[in-house]
């Protein structure tokens, strides 16, 4: 393979005009659901309604309906929580960082990066609200001055979660709308029904496509993507806290932080590889969201799986040098222990699958990558599984050992979260356009002119 | 576009140059030879102190020169001539790691056989904190050090002549290779020389925290040398001012991440406030000391935070040179925060002594003149690259 390094990959393939932008995108939601779609839905709502009928039982019996016991007080719960916000990452991550880094090629997945994003901090929300045993009093974890003269505890990093994660999905979704008001205008423009035009009048707040209009967007744009860009750190930091500030031997350690953050990237972008590899074909996206674009992505991944092998490798290397007798143990448990058939499956999903990113062809070629983001959205829900329930499952003394088996009821809440998530997504791509129409257009060949007159 | 058709011709370096960088060479060698006169082991400490410093920088140019050929950037190709210079001490510092070998009694305590003997913690750690595997690990660290800095810049200066677009085929591979050696290599030499200087104490985001200096003592080496070169006409004439401003995203970037990173291990040790942890922050925080702390988070944060918030700023040419100097010493204070007070240890708090920069000064000086033998025997700029004329287009 020869390329000319001398010039820019085009970001649309196919000589697309701009009206024809325009037209793909927007196709979806101008025509009526196919079966297909329903079938879809159907399939994706059964599983939230599994998850729905698990939260019942949990909320009538209680959270003994969990596998849950001493010692392993955290399990399935908190691993879907840690899961569901580092899928939140990729969003932000693509459209504030990539943005500010003035990488062009975000343009045609950061807004359904962006969209995933919401919906999976939504999802995770969920776990640690229903995790807490009686949720109906959680109103209490916001500190405002109440007669009951309770107040909460700000030394706890789970506090610090409420806030962190409250930020994240406040400003995440700011930034998706802000992106979505021309959008929005456009469908405004091109809808026929009058139930349709109005919703779309009413999100696009009036929006004319002026010059005006264009300046305070853009302005607002870089602003937001400013403030998005700590907080995608902050949050897995946050998360990571939750454990690293203990005193637990495999929750207590220093690169914890920006190990949560690099996993979280590493997951949230082979999430998003995973869905559009169906949006792309469902919706005859394969010009616009490009196999150059997944390419990227693949590179993405595969520099964050080996910062998390880089992590498990300097955890083991410092275990064993700390001479630390508990920290030496909870490593040997883990790659050894009964628990070792969870930990094998992480580390070969995350760190030995993804290197076969490193050859081209295997980066370029739609089954291997889906093969490959499916095992590394397995591995990462494992790895969060591994940290929490084996560092726990034997304690100091052998006679406060265990072993955690999840309930029905567990697997029950797992498989609803994806319900809900799947759901969500399914929702999303009928109702607003699964691709940014101004952002896209703007990458566009001869939207951006140069003093060649345009010509490539 | 009247000056589209300007090309980049070779302009020397004067004599200037190289006798600001042999006379720092030679204070500091003095300087440094006084200091060891006076106290060896302290002399010890101080040349361990210049020995990272420089090599931070090199190393840290290393790294921005694969990161453009991984992240395929064009806009650093106009100016890759200049970390590609800086990058050129690295090979040196095998035959400059020979002094310490020489020291480590001095410095480390665990080679001393007697103490690790009576201690259980050292002689756990004894296969993999000994001199002999010790030196085989500083060995070959520098050899694949080197071994990246000679092709990459081989296949570099090739391209000059040939135009060769495989030729940067090849270093992309090159570079992507040596990411992920050079996260490990990095970590491993910065448990050995300075993490081990107290063998009891451990932190696993440590070689992170190297990293994010020695990136930044890199970057910020890259901005003084490229604005102050293309202040006087020395690199390629089409290069704009706006061109500098993703070297000052950058430096604000790193230096936000440095800080995230130094207060990831405070927040954690302290919060978990298990003694064989919080030892080498209390270490840091008696005496004297506790300033230095202090001063860290000043110098090292907050002011270059304030420096180079702003977008126009991080395009001003005035203001990344003093932002560079600034961030250059900032990661001096910071090696020596890490790097002095195990000389102290328990017994004083901190005292300040003026022949302790006799060695980073004598390094400084080694640098400043092999940069100017590097720049006048090459071109600088890529001119063979084909991302160049990418690179001076680009607009932010």
Redesign the interface.
Known sequence: M???????LPLIHGRLSLGEIEDLIAKPMSEKPNRKYYIALAVTLTLFLIGAISLGYTFYYGIGMWGNNQPVGWAFEIVNFVFWIGIGHAGTLISAILF?L?QKWRTAIARFAETMTIFAVMVAGIFPTIHTGRPWLDGYLLPYPSQNGLWVNFTSPLLWDVFAVSTYFTVSLVFWYIGLIPDFAVMRDRTTTKVKKFIYSLFSLGWRHSNRNWQHYEKSYVILAGFAT?LV?SVH?IVS?DF????MPGW???????YFVGGAIFSGFAMVVTVLLFVRKVFDLENIITVDHLERMNKVIL?TG?MVG??Y???FF?AW????PFEQFVFINRIFGPYAWAYWIMVSCNVIFPQFF?FRKLRRSIPVMFIIVILVNVGMWFERFVIVVTSLHRDYLPSSWGYFKPTIFDIGLLVGSFGMFFTLVLLFVKAMPVVSIAEVKAVADGAQP??HGGEH | MSNDNLQYEKKFLPGKVLNIGMALLAIGLIVGALAFVLDPVRAGFSYLLGFFFVLTIGVGALFIIALEYVAGADWSTPMRRVPEFLGSSVPFFLLLAVPLFFLMNDLYHWTHTAAVESDPILKGKEPYLNISFFIIRVVVIFVLWSAYYFFVVRNSRKQDETRDQKLTKKNIVLSAVFIPIFAITLTLAGIDWMMSLDAHWFSTIYGVYVFSGALLAGLAATTLAVVMLKERGYLHPRMHNDSLASLGGLLFAFINFWAYIAFSQFLLIWYANLPEETVWFIRRWEGAWSIITLVLIVVHFLVPYTMLVSAPSKKNPKRLKFAAVWILFAHLIDLYWLIMPEYHGEKSGFIYVLTEFGFPIAMIGGLVVLFYFNFNKHNAVPVGDPKLERGLMNRP
Do not use: C, Q
Request: aromatic share 16%; hydrophobic share 40%.
């Open positions: 020869n390329i000319d390094y001398s010039k820019e500010l003035r700590p750190l930091t806290f690293a500030v203990s005193i207590h350690t220093t690169i914890f932080p920006p520099a080996m880089y992590a490798a300097t955890e410092i040098y700390s001479g630390v490193w140069t003093h």
